[in-house]
DNA sequence: CCGTTTATATTATGACCGTACGACCATAAG
DNA sequence: CTTATGGTCGTACGGTCATAATATAAACGG
C-alpha cells in the first residue's frame, strides 16, 4: 500500500530538520517563522504541520538533532589530551564565532532554549546528557560520573565565551577574550583531572 | 512653556526602560513586543514613539541600563578577594537561576544580542567595558589593562554557566553545575592572580 | 479660579508576518 | 486506472512595528 517509496516522507522531514537548524542558529528560534523555514528546505508552509505537530515540536527535534550531529563531530575527534586541546582551538576559534549556523546550537541558542517549555528543554538535557557522557568516559575513564560535572562546566565556558565574544563589536577585544576563553577551558580541565588523577 | 514638569516624561521614559529591561530578561527581546512592553509601564503602544524612535532603539537603551545597574550593584561589593567570591557565588546561585528577569542581562539575552544589529552590540560593548575596567581595577590595580580579558573570561564562563543551568530539566544536574562553575571561575581568578602577582 | 495652551497619552489604522488548518491537486505505486 | 500520499495554495485570526488623528490632563496667564 506504500504509494510513496517509505524513505521519501523521512528524507523530507530530516530536510527539515538540518536547515531549520542552521536557521534557528542564524536567526534565532523566536526570530524564524514556520514558512521561513519550510521555504529553507523548497517547501510551503503548508506541509509542515503534515511532518510537526507544532514549531515547539520542530525546535525540540531540531535541538536534538543539532546536538547529536554536535556529538558525533567531538566523537571523530583523536582522544588524548592532544584530541582535548584540538577542540578547544576549534571551538573557541574565530571561524567558529563568526559561522554560528554552522556552529554549536548552544553557544547560538542556550539562552532562548531555557525560555523554551518542558518538551525542548528536556530534549536539549539529554543529548546534552549524551554529549557529555561521551566525552566524560574518554576523559577519564576511572571515574566518568565524577567528570560528567567537569565536561558540563568546560563546555558551559566555552558557549558563554563564544556568546560574548560574538556580542562585542571590538574585534581585538573579542579575539582576546576567545584567546583567555582557551587558557581556562584548558585550565579547568587539567586542573580537574590532575585533582582526580592524583 | 513647558506644560509638563519636565522630569515627568524622562520619569516615564525611564520606567519604559526599566520595565522592558525585566520583560526582555523574562520574555526574551524577539518574544517582548512592543504593545506588551508598554503596558508593563502603564501606558499603551502609541505612546511608545514619543519615546523611542524604534524598538532597535529601545533594545539597545534597555542593554546599556542593565548593565548600568549591574556595575553599580556590583561596585557597592566589598573589594578584595572575599568580595569576589562573594558575588561569584551569588551569581551562580539557585536563586539567581530561577528568576532571570531580576538578573544578569546577559545571562538572559546574550545570544540574542549577538545577533541585534550594530548599535544595540556596540551599547553592550561599551557598558560592558565600563564593568570590566572597573572590577578589573578593584582586581589588579597594578596592572588593570591585563586583567581586563581576565574579568571578561570570568563573566562570559559565569553567563554561560548560569544559562545552561537553566537550560537544563534535570535539577541536580543543574545545581552540581553552578557549584561547579563556582569553582572554575574562583580557579581561574586565582590561578591568574597568582600568574600576574608572581 | 478658570480657560488657554501644549505636552503627553489613547485610540484607530496601516501593512505585514506569526502559527495553524483545511481544501484542493499532482503524482507515483499498485 | 484507482487510490492515498505529499505537496501547494488559500484562509483565519491574532500579533508585529510603526504612524496619524484624537483625546486628556497639567501648567500657566489672566
New binding site residues.
Given amino acids: 500500500?506504500?504509494?510513496?517509496?517509505?524513505e521519501?516522507?523521512?528524507?523530507?522531514?530530516q530536510?527539515i530538520i538540518e536547515t531549520a537548524g542552521r536557521r534557528f542558529k542564524r536567526s534565532g528560534i523566536?526570530?524564524?517563522?514556520?514558512?521561513?523555514?519550510?521555504a529553507d528546505a523548497?517547501?510551503?508552509?503548508?506541509?509542515?504541520?503534515?511532518?510537526?505537530?507544532?514549531?515547539?515540536?520542530?525546535v525540540a527535534t531540531a535541538v536534538s538533532d543539532q546536538l547529536r550531529y554536535q556529538r558525533e563531530q567531538l566523537a571523530a575527534v583523536a582522544p588524548g589530551r592532544a584530541g582535548v586541546e584540538q577542540i578547544v582551538r576549534a571551538y573557541l576559534s574565530p571561524e567558529h564565532r563568526d559561522n554560528p549556523e554552522e556552529g554549536c546550537p548552544s553557544a547560538a541558542l542556550l539562552d532562548e532554549i531555557g525560555r523554551c517549555g518542558d518538551p525542548t528543554r528536556q530534549a536539549y538535557t539529554d543529548s546534552m546528557l549524551a554529549i557529555v557522557d561521551d566525552f566524560a568516559a574518554r576523559l577519564a575513564p576511572h571515574d566518568p560520573q565524577s567528570a560528567r560535572t567537569t565536561v558540563l562546566g568546560v563546555y558551559a565556558l566555552m558557549a558563554g565565551t563564544l556568546q560574548l565574544s560574538r556580542a562585542l563589536t571590538d574585534r581585538r577585544l573579542a579575539d582576546d577574550l576567545l584567546e583567555q576563553g582557551i587558557r581556562n577551558a584548558l585550565a579547568v580541565l587539567d586542573g580537574e583531572s590532575a585533582t582526580s588523577g592524583a
Fill in positions: 500500500m506504500a504509494r510513496y517509496g517509505k521519501h516522507k523521512l528524507a523530507t522531514r530536510r523566536d526570530g524564524s517563522g514556520v514558512a521561513t523555514l519550510m523548497g517547501l510551503t508552509n503548508g506541509a509542515f504541520y503534515a511532518h510537526f505537530e507544532s514549531k515547539e515540536d520542530l
